[in-house]
């Protein structure tokens, strides 16, 4: 057995499930099939997908099924199919033997009732992830010393040559340079 399973959400309550048989888990991420550069920093290039719990289990019914404190499997099952069905309901917290998990939400359920193994049940929770927001304040701009309409007067523009003689001088003194450091 895998222990007990508690599913809360604060305004509806918490259901427990005892008859777990098996709780599995799978963590995956969203790896770029892309190329990147040499050296860049991966971590926009890989994606934490949201964690997936499945849990399996199975209801029984009261060991006298005549008696009139017997307990119906309808109820435990029908608060499942409830509050899968209940769009925007979110399990704050499913506490388990490995953890507590929050922002859960059941995608999945699946049940069967055989006369061997009675009622199975299959809940698929998974963790939705929840973005963070931020604000950036820019502060107002510096006033310009431009005035609209303002007559800035005519710009001429003007050559600027290049004396090849001078950058062959400055090359033919770096090259002595580093002559003198390697001797």
Not at 88 to 114: K, P, Y
Request: charged share 15%; no cysteine; aromatic share 4%.
């Amino acid at each position: 057995m895998a222990g007990h399973i508690t599913l809360i959400n604060p305004t509806l309550g918490s259901l427990v499930f005892d008859g777990v048989v098996r709780v599995g888990f799978e963590e995956s991420a969203r790896v770029t099939q892309h190329p990147i550069e040499d050296g860049t920093t991966i971590t926009d290039h890989v994606q934490a997908e949201p964690l997936p719990i499945i849990i399996e289990g199975a209801v029984s019914q009261s060991p006298w099924p005549d008696s009139p404190n017997a307990l119906s499997l309808n109820p435990s099952i029908d608060a499942v199919s409830w509050l899968r069905s209940s769009i925007g309901v979110l399990l704050t917290v499913v506490s388990l033997r490995d953890g507590t998990f929050t922002n859960m939400a059941i995608q999945r359920f699946s049940h069967e009732t055989t006369k061997v193994t009675g009622k199975r049940f299959s809940v698929e929770l998974i963790q939705i992830i929840i973005a963070a927001t931020g604000v950036t304040i820019i502060p107002p701009s510096a006033p310009s010393s431009f005035q609209a309409g303002e007559d800035v007067g005519s710009q001429a523009m003007t050559e600027v040559g290049v004396d090849e003689s001078s950058q062959a001088g400055q090359a033919q003194s770096i090259i002595q340079a580093i002559k003198g450091l390697m001797s």
